[in-house]
C-alpha cells in the first residue's frame, strides 16, 4: 500500500521537446505528491508538488498533472533543454504517515540537443 | 531559504571502523528530520526518521544499533555508521521539515561513504 510506481524508467528527448513522466500510488491517505531532480553526486531538490485537491498546477515549464480517482500523477517538462537531463522522482506523502515521503523509482531523462 | 547542508561530503574508511555524519538545517528550525540511503542507480530509501529531544524511528529492516541517529538540537541531526562495512557503502542523504509545513521536506546534498 505504500508503493509508488513511476515509468518510464529512463527516457530520451530531443531539445525543445515535451518529457512527460508518470506515477501512481496506491494508497489514498496520500495528500502530498512532490517531484524532485536530482544530479549525480548530489541530493534531490523539489521541483514541483501537488496536493489532491487541484488537478493541475503549473510552475515555468514544469506541470504536475493529477487524477485523483486513477491515484496516477505526471510530471511534463515543456521545452526540454540539455540542462533538464538529470533524474526525476515522483514521491508521495500523508499526515497519517508522519509526513514520510515514499519515492517512486526513478527516471533518467537524457536531453540530447 | 530552507538550506540544509550536509558534512562531510564524502568520506573513506576502513572497515570496522565508525563513521559520523552531520546534517544541520542552516536557516530554519526542523523539529524533524529523515535519513535516506540511496545506492547507485537506485531510489531513495528511508532509513530512519528523527524527531529533536527524542529516539528516532527506524524503518523495517534498518538495524538501529549500527545506524546510530542523534538529534540533539532543532538544527543537527547525526548518523554514525557503526563497525562499517563494504556493504555500507552508499550515498547517505538527509532531509529536514520546516516547522509547520507539512510534508514539505528540503534535502541535504548528500554524503558518498566509502568503506574499503
Known amino acids: 500500500q505504500q508503493q509508488v510506481k513511476q515509468s518510464p524508467q529512463s527516457l530520451i528527448v530531443q531539445k525543445g521537446g515535451i518529457s512527460i513522466i508518470n506515477c501512481a500510488y496506491e494508497?489514498?491517505?496520500?495528500?502530498?505528491f512532490p517531484w524532485y531532480q536530482q544530479f549525480p553526486g548530489k541530493g534531490p531538490a523539489l521541483l514541483i508538488a501537488i496536493r489532491p485537491d487541484v488537478s493541475e498546477k503549473k510552475e515555468g515549464r514544469f506541470t504536475i498533472s493529477f487524477n485523483k480517482s486513477a491515484k496516477q500523477f505526471s510530471l511534463h517538462i515543456m521545452d526540454s533543454q540539455p540542462g533538464d537531463s538529470a533524474t526525476y522522482f515522483c514521491?508521495?506523502?500523508?499526515?497519517?504517515?508522519?509526513?514520510?515521503?515514499?519515492f517512486g523509482e526513478g527516471t533518467q531523462l537524457t536531453v540530447n540537443p | 531559504g530552507a538550506v540544509v547542508s550536509q558534512h562531510p561530503s564524502w568520506v573513506i574508511c576502513k572497515s570496522g571502523t565508525s563513521v559520523k555524519i552531520e546534517c544541520r538545517s542552516l536557516?530554519?528550525?526542523?523539529?524533524?528530520m529523515f535519513w535516506y540511503r540511496q545506492f547507485p542507480k537506485q531510489s531513495l530509501m528511508l532509513m530512519a526518521t528523527?524527531?529533536?529531544?527524542?529516539?528516532?524511528?527506524?524503518e523495517q529492516g534498518v538495524e538501529k544499533d549500527k545506524f546510530l541517529i542523534n538529534h540533539a538540537s532543532l538544527t543537527l541531526s547525526t548518523l554514525t555508521v557503526t563497525s562499517a562495512h563494504p556493504e555500507d557503502s552508499s550515498f547517505y542523504i538527509c532531509s529536514a521539515k520546516l516547522a509547520g509545513r507539512v510534508n514539505e521536506q528540503f534535502f541535504g546534498p548528500g554524503t558518498r561513504l566509502t568503506v574499503l
Open positions: 528523527s524527531n529533536e529531544g527524542s529516539k528516532a524511528t527506524y
Open positions: 536557516d530554519f528550525q526542523a523539529t524533524t
Open positions: 494508497n489514498t491517505a496520500f495528500d502530498y
Open positions: 514521491a508521495a506523502s500523508g499526515e497519517t504517515s508522519g509526513s514520510r515521503l515514499t
